[in-house]
């Protein structure tokens, strides 16, 4: 069932688990309990597409580095951010769950032997393999390289750009046990008097229509900044909202920060070039990239940070036209349906205007000076306490408080890069495929880090947000405990980037899914399990279905 409340809706609406946000998060968690025979309301904040006044209750203020501009930073409708997802999955390294002495706060609860089974699980929900192929079957300079140096991994892509769309999302509309619920933001996570359980979840639309939900489990999955939003929010009964009695609700925010690490020079540079281009093996898209051995990691004290190697106008330059062109209609074009196909268009005409021109035509304008083989950072940030949400004075058009965010880095973050790139350096002499020059701002003491409008579409990150409601054993170091359940709230549970205690390299989305379906898991044998007094009274369905879509007194 789908129900827009900017339109209609019962006054209230039970089932086994309520679900915040359509986002990836949000459906797998939806589709794994719904299948374990369990009713579910997902409740989406926005409609089937974007609308400027939905996308408003995003902004906010930035009061650290410079950020997107927070109202554009994630997408506020039925499928999320996924929907200019450029399908990037990579499973997190087995060096990512460890405690690292020389990572301050690091360490995930369980190891990568945990996740393994359900990796398999998303990577299968995503159309791609069930195993990762090893880089070295790619052949070429990429298994000369050395392993104690550096480590190759790779992206797989999931080639279905719209797979959380709404359009391929009717499983859930039309399950018998799933209430769909759009234009509904989450005002406020309302707990029971004692703060052990939460009671209801208060919805409104922008019409001013109000819904109260109740479940016997609620999952947070609005994402990074908005999860942690809420529960600050949350504070009717807590003063300091839900899950922060240690104050770390919103606290360790990480992105994926983007950076020029330098670029290669003489040798047979051009043939690193073609070695980390997206190609095809056994029927799947494949992309390489480079990070630090998990050996060096621990020698040279590096985080597990990443770079690949491409084409990039050197720094003083401008941009190429034809990507100017693609630039003006991503950055000027609202992403709508219609705006998003327009960016889609615009970079398929691109990418086959460089395909027909000359193919000597790259290894010219690098002769000329006019194109570098650049080093195009994507690094793992350090999680760090002071980098962090907040909420600030104003409020949106739903009540919400708005977000303040105060995005930090840390010298360790552009130490781990300075780290890679020397390691790079001494692998290209002895190969003989050219001499790395790092870039300027790695050898000056006074930057912590620099952004270059030249070396990606995403300049200043991967519009990753991770970490703000960390997992940990106990609350003193996380929000949530190893399964995503918010720490001294029985039936709270978080889905999505906002649990991850570190965040390598590799983009989040797999990692998502994968959580998402062992938290559902987790909540799946909490049923029947012994609940808080409190709990016990509210008035909940007693039978999966029960409740759905009905009124309640």
Same mark, same amino acid.
């Given at each position: 069932?789908?129900?827009?409340?900017?339109?209609?809706?019962?006054?209230?609406?039970?089932?086994?688990?309520?679900?915040?946000?359509?986002?990836?998060?949000?459906?797998?968690?939806?589709?794994?309990?719904?299948?374990?025979?369990?009713?579910?309301?997902?409740?989406?904040?926005?409609?089937?597409?974007?609308?400027?006044?939905?996308?408003?209750?995003?902004?906010?203020?930035?009061?650290?580095?410079?950020?997107?501009?927070?109202?554009?930073?994630?997408?506020?409708?039925?499928? %999320?951010?996924?929907?200019?997802?450029?399908?990037?999955?990579?499973?997190?390294?087995?060096?990512?769950?460890?405690?690292?002495?020389?990572?301050?706060?690091?360490?995930?609860?369980?190891?990568?032997?945990?996740?393994?089974?359900?990796?398999?699980?998303?990577?299968?929900?995503? %159309?791609?393999?069930?195993?990762?192929?090893?880089?070295?079957? !790619?052949?070429? @300079?990429?298994?000369?390289?050395?392993?104690?140096?550096?480590?190759?991994?790779?992206?797989?892509?999931?080639?279905?750009?719209?797979?959380?769309?709404?359009?391929?999302?009717?499983?859930?509309?039309?399950?018998?046990?799933?209430?769909? &619920?759009?234009?509904?933001? @989450?005002?406020?996570?309302?707990?029971?008097?004692?703060?052990?359980?939460?009671?209801?979840?208060?919805?409104?639309?922008?019409?001013?229509?109000?819904?109260?939900?109740?479940?016997?489990?609620?999952?947070?999955?609005?994402?990074?900044?908005?999860?942690?939003?809420?529960?600050?929010?949350?504070?009717?009964?807590?003063?300091?909202?839900?899950?922060?009695?240690?104050?770390?609700?919103?606290?360790?925010?990480?992105?994926?920060?983007?950076?020029?690490?330098?670029?290669?020079?003489?040798?047979?540079?051009?043939?690193?070039?073609?070695?980390?281009?997206?190609?095809?093996?056994?029927?799947?898209?494949?992309?390489?990239?480079?990070?630090?051995?998990?050996?060096?990691?621990?020698?040279?004290?590096?985080?597990?940070?990443?770079?690949?190697?491409?084409?990039?106008?050197?720094?003083?330059?401008?941009?190429? !036209?034809?990507?100017?062109?693609?630039?003006?209609?991503?950055?000027?074009?609202?992403?709508?349906?219609?705006?998003?196909?327009?960016?889609?268009?615009?970079?398929?005409?691109?990418?086959?205007?460089?395909?027909?021109?000359?193919?000597?035509?790259?290894?010219?304008?690098?002769?000329?000076?006019?194109?570098?083989?650049?080093?195009? @950072?994507?690094?793992?940030?350090?999680?760090?306490?002071?980098?962090? &949400?907040?909420?600030?004075?104003?409020?949106?058009?739903?009540?919400?408080?708005?977000?303040?965010?105060?995005?930090?880095?840390?010298?360790?973050?552009?130490?781990?890069?300075?780290?890679?790139?020397?390691?790079?350096?001494?692998?290209?002499?002895?190969?003989?495929?050219?001499?790395?020059?790092?870039?300027?701002?790695?050898?000056?003491?006074?930057?912590?880090?620099?952004?270059?409008?030249?070396?990606?579409?995403?300049?200043?990150?991967?519009?990753?947000?991770?970490?703000?409601?960390?997992?940990?054993?106990?609350?003193?170091?996380?929000?949530?405990?190893?399964?995503?359940?918010?720490?001294?709230?029985?039936?709270?549970?978080?889905?999505?980037?906002?649990?991850?205690?570190?965040?390598?390299?590799?983009?989040?989305?797999?990692?998502?899914?994968?959580?998402?379906?062992?938290?559902?898991?987790?909540?799946?044998?909490?049923?029947?399990?012994?609940?808080?007094?409190?709990?016990?009274?509210?008035?909940?369905?007693?039978?999966?279905?029960?409740?759905?879509?009905?009124?309640?007194?």
């Amino acid at each position: 069932m789908h129900i827009d409340l900017l339109s209609d809706a019962p006054d209230s609406i039970a089932a086994d688990v309520a679900v915040i946000g359509g986002g990836a998060a949000g459906i797998t968690m939806a589709r794994r309990l719904l299948a374990a025979g369990r009713s579910v309301v997902l409740l989406e904040s926005g409609g089937l597409d974007w609308e400027a006044a939905i996308a408003d209750l995003n902004d906010g203020e930035s009061v650290g580095r410079d950020y997107y501009e927070l109202r554009d930073a994630r997408l506020r409708f039925f499928g %999320g951010t996924t929907a200019i997802w450029g399908g990037r999955c990579a499973e997190f390294d087995p060096i990512d769950f460890a405690r690292r002495n020389w990572v301050p706060h690091s360490g995930w609860p369980f190891g990568a032997e945990t996740l393994r089974p359900y990796y398999a699980e998303a990577r299968a929900a995503l %159309g791609l393999k069930p195993q990762v192929p090893d880089a070295a079957e !790619l052949g070429g @300079v990429l298994a000369r390289l050395s392993r104690a140096e550096l480590a190759t991994p790779l992206w797989s892509f999931d080639d279905q750009f719209d797979r959380f769309s709404f359009a391929r999302c009717s499983d859930l509309v039309d399950h018998p046990r799933c209430t769909v &619920v759009t234009h509904a933001t @989450v005002r406020e996570i309302v707990a029971a008097p004692s703060g052990r359980c939460i009671e209801r979840l208060d919805v409104v639309a922008l019409s001013g229509r109000r819904l109260q939900v109740r479940a016997g489990h609620h999952v947070l999955a609005a994402g990074g900044i908005e999860s942690p939003r809420l529960m600050l929010a949350s504070r009717s009964v807590m003063s300091r909202g839900l899950g922060n009695g240690h104050d770390l609700v919103g606290r360790f925010f990480m992105e994926h920060p983007h950076a020029r690490g330098g670029r290669i020079v003489d040798g047979a540079a051009w043939q690193l070039l073609a070695a980390f281009q997206k190609r095809d093996l056994n029927g799947e898209q494949l992309a390489p990239l480079l990070a630090p051995s998990a050996a060096l990691q621990a020698r040279e004290g590096l985080l597990n940070t990443s770079l690949t190697i491409a084409g990039r106008r050197p720094e003083d330059a401008q941009e190429a !036209l034809l990507m100017r062109a693609y630039l003006h209609a991503k950055h000027r074009t609202a992403p709508t349906r219609q705006g998003r196909s327009v960016w889609k268009f615009t970079k398929r005409i691109v990418n086959q205007a460089q395909a027909l021109s000359d193919p000597l035509r790259p290894w010219l304008l690098n002769r000329l000076g006019r194109l570098d083989v650049a080093l195009v @950072v994507r690094a793992e940030q350090a999680p760090n306490p002071a980098s962090r &949400v907040m909420l600030s004075d104003d409020v949106d058009a739903a009540g919400v408080p708005r977000v303040k965010l105060d995005w930090r880095t840390s010298p360790l973050d552009k130490h781990s890069i300075a780290g890679l790139v020397a390691a790079l350096g001494r692998e290209t002499e002895r190969l003989g495929l050219g001499r790395v020059e790092p870039a300027a701002w790695l050898e000056d003491a006074a930057r912590d880090w620099a952004t270059d409008p030249l070396i990606s579409s995403h300049p200043i990150g991967g519009y990753h947000h991770m970490g703000t409601l960390r997992m940990a054993d106990s609350p003193r170091a996380g929000v949530t405990d190893g399964f995503g359940r918010v720490h001294g709230i029985d039936n709270l549970h978080v889905a999505g980037s906002a649990l991850f205690p570190t965040s390598g390299w590799a983009n989040p989305t797999l990692t998502i899914i994968a959580l998402a379906m062992r938290t559902a898991d987790s909540i799946l044998g909490r049923f029947g399990r012994s609940v808080p007094a409190d709990q016990e009274a509210l008035d909940l369905p007693r039978q999966a279905g029960a409740g759905v879509g009905q009124r309640m007194r």
